[in-house]
């Protein structure tokens, strides 16, 4: 998932970061504020200070310097101190709006100069369980886009467990109202860190055929033991693999898009993948069809899922456009779309028949993977069950008292539709790993894409 400890997005604002002075001639010292995401930048000098901010509340986030230079594509680059990653800052049409693209993000957070300082950030606020409990409220009040989707009525939610909360209420009860506050969304881009109690609570949806751990070890066994030709190859720290099914189907399986690199950090990881693909579809022109499996798949960066669909891409094509809440006061108003497109690579690639293995574990990445394939010709049919149904980088946030939540705030829309909530639907549906399939040592959503792979029109025919 697009969680810490590796986050691709906001989630790098609650660590430091480098900063420039200036760019192309116009300062950027002064005060700013994101559109969306809740958050104000105070520069001065070569000194930035960034703010999580809502309307009753102003907690400091990171600070940092420049640096680089200004680059030739008109943008600077920053690492985040004492991690791997990096942003960077773009201009934009005027000297008081600016872009900030976050390494492993499939947009950019649009932040615009602001006269002086939000006059919340005067004072910071009180360590109490009141304090606490109502900025997190407010937080989800104000970046939390998806409360009509789970027909809650966040005011009357919040009111009700307002009165369970006192100057008495104990770190352990505070932790518990909080939950019972968000637990109902089963969102899987949620959750409540509280190290200084030892608590940990993450949200997320469930299905029948929801596995724990160790059966996900099992699944990944009967596949590898019954159905493949050879032991997986494996790449990308053992997140990438592959190996031939029968009748010279391809069976690429990723289980998640993040932890590639020889060394933390998105590019390390993305010149592995690349490298990684170059190998995988080096003899694909004598395969009759491919699977991808992304059943069980935590996700990671989003544009590591881009770069493989454009080695199966045709024709370059819209993957989707994303958006984030714009307005802390009215839930359904989000950001202009930023669209994402997949070009065909010049790289190895595989431009046939491909059928792609999704259920509840596919998640986050996985997901706007899964959506990025929809635009694809020949079409990609997804065979096996509904996704997870989180496809927003997470926004973490922290309270006064030290603890940390995640929330998500972002949309990615394809068609002028998003799958939060249910998540994307197969094609051809069939149990993922069913208890009968554990029986029966058998994978059955393997068997039926073979079969969609030897007999429907179009199988075993490459259009490269």
């Known amino acids: 998932m697009k969680l810490a400890p590796l986050h691709f997005g906001l989630l790098w604002l609650a660590a430091n970061a480098y900063w420039p002075t200036a760019l192309y001639g116009q300062s950027l010292e002064g005060n700013w504020e994101s559109e969306g995401y809740g958050y104000y930048f105070s520069i001065v000098g070569s000194k930035l200070e960034a703010y999580e901010v809502t309307a009753i509340s102003c907690i400091f986030g990171f600070s940092g310097i420049r640096q680089t230079e200004s680059a030739a594509d008109d943008s600077e680059t920053f690492k985040v101190v004492e991690e791997p990653d990096t942003f960077a800052i773009r201009t934009d049409s005027t000297a008081d709006e600016v872009r900030l693209h976050f390494d492993g993000t499939a947009s950019d957070v649009f932040i615009r100069r602001l006269a002086s300082p939000p006059r919340i950030c005067d004072r910071p606020p009180a360590n109490s369980p009141q304090t606490n409990f109502e900025i997190f409220a407010q937080t989800w ?3 939390y886009g998806f409360f009509d989707l789970n027909n809650a009525d966040w005011p009357a939610i919040v009111a009700s467990q307002r009165l369970r909360v006192s100057d008495g ?15 109902p969304f089963k969102d899987a881009h949620s959750y409540i860190r509280a190290e200084s109690i030892g608590e940990r609570w993450h949200g997320g949806r469930q299905t029948p055929t929801w596995l724990d751990r160790a059966d996900r070890l099992r699944a990944y066994k009967i596949t590898e033991d ?6 997986l190859r494996s790449w990308c720290n053992g997140q990438v693999e592959f190996a031939m099914l029968d009748g010279g189907v391809g069976y690429l399986r990723l289980r998640s898009f993040a932890g590639y690199g020889e060394s933390p950090g998105f590019e390390s990881g993305l010149s592995a993948l690349e490298i990684a693909l170059d190998e995988i579809f080096t003899n ?6 491919l699977v991808i499996d992304v059943r069980i798949n935590s996700g990671g960066y989003d544009p590591y899922a881009l770069a493989i669909a454009s080695r199966l891409a045709t024709r370059e094509y819209l993957a989707y456009s994303k958006e984030a809440r714009a307005d802390p006061q009215d839930p359904s108003k989000w950001t202009d779309p930023q669209p ?6 010049s790289r190895p690639g595989f431009h046939g028949e491909v059928v792609e293995l999704i259920g509840i574990h596919s998640v986050s990445a996985a997901e706007t993977f899964t959506q990025a394939l929809f635009g694809r010709e020949p079409h990609v049919t997804r065979v096996g069950e509904n996704t997870q149904g989180v496809f927003s980088d997470v926004q973490q946030r922290q309270l006064p008292n030290g603890w940390l939540f995640g929330l998500p705030n972002e949309r990615f829309v394809t ?6 909530g249910p998540g994307i639907p197969p094609n051809i549906e069939i149990p993922v790993f069913p208890q009968t399939d554990f029986d029966n040592n058998r994978d059955g959503a393997i068997e039926k894409a073979l079969d969609y792979l030897h007999h429907n029109s179009g199988a075993g025919k490459n259009n490269f």
């Open 169 to 183: 209420t104990t770190p352990q009860e505070l932790f518990q109202i909080l939950k019972i506050m968000i637990e």
């Open 340 to 345: 994402s497109s997949v070009p065909p690579s």
């Open 284 to 289: 694909a022109s004598s395969w009759t069809g």
């Open 226 to 231: 019954k159905y493949l030709h050879a032991p």
């Open 141 to 143: 009040a104000e970046l």
């Open 415 to 420: 068609d002028g539709k998003s799958y939060d």
